[in-house]
């Protein structure tokens, strides 16, 4: 199946460049304070050197990025989702023709923040774009439909998006149960072989051939 690129059609595999945060083999924890001022700094200094539009990446990586009480309990630190990094406000679209499932704040800190999750029906999974703006969530209800290649949302800020730096999260979800606006964006390493089975890469949404 063939998709719009979520980020627009207009940009290339050039305009991507890989933003590594795995605990295995980021220089990123190399720093004394790993928090959010420090990711921010991080974040900036690679998209400089790579002169790239976006930074992505983050499929099953293990991070050690995830300290507020919303992630307590069994070591939550495997991503189940790709993020793409940008300015606040940049533009998403839809990859093909969807149906709104469900929509949230997610206010928890480090948490989505404002959430659109949509069905498939060709591949019969769902679509959740995490840390968006408040403004994406405007005239949307359950069960509306968009077609391919409309504007859907836009990326939040901090105090938008759970108080990340400006990033999109993109998780395809083959059985998403229960949830309603939400749904898991990291797993712990006792429960990886299920959430990789139901939280398939969607990188083919971003751009072909990565």
């Not at 990446?57 to 070591?75: C, D, K, N, P, V």
């Not at 979800?173 to 712990?188: E, R």
Request: charged share 20%; with cysteine; hydrophobic share 35%.
């Amino acid at each position: 199946m063939k998709f719009f690129p979520i980020m627009g059609v207009e940009y290339c595999v050039d305009d991507f460049a890989l933003l590594d945060l795995s605990v295995a083999s980021s220089d990123y924890y190399d720093a004394e304070n790993i928090n959010l001022a420090s990711l921010k700094a991080y974040v900036s200094e690679a998209k400089q050197r790579s002169k790239s539009n976006f930074l992505y990446g983050g499929y099953l990586e293990q991070r050690a990025i995830y300290t507020s009480e919303h992630f307590t309990g069994e070591t939550r630190d495997i991503h189940l989702g790709i993020d793409v990094w940008a300015m606040a406000g940049t533009p998403l679209y839809a990859p093909c023709d969807m149906v709104l499932h469900s929509m949230a704040y997610n206010d928890a800190e480090l948490d989505y923040g404002y959430t659109l999750v949509y069905y498939i029906s060709e591949l019969d999974q769902f679509l959740l774009l995490g840390h968006l703006s408040k403004s994406s969530l405007d005239h949307k209800e359950k069960g509306m439909i968009v077609e391919s290649k409309t504007e859907i949302a836009a990326l939040g800020n901090p105090s938008e998006n759970g108080g990340w730096e400006p990033h999109v999260h993109i998780q395809l979800i083959k059985n998403i149960g229960d949830y309603n606006g939400d749904y898991p964006g990291v797993c712990a390493q006792s429960d990886l072989e299920f959430y990789t089975n139901n939280c398939p890469n969607p990188i083919g949404l971003i751009i072909d051939k990565m």
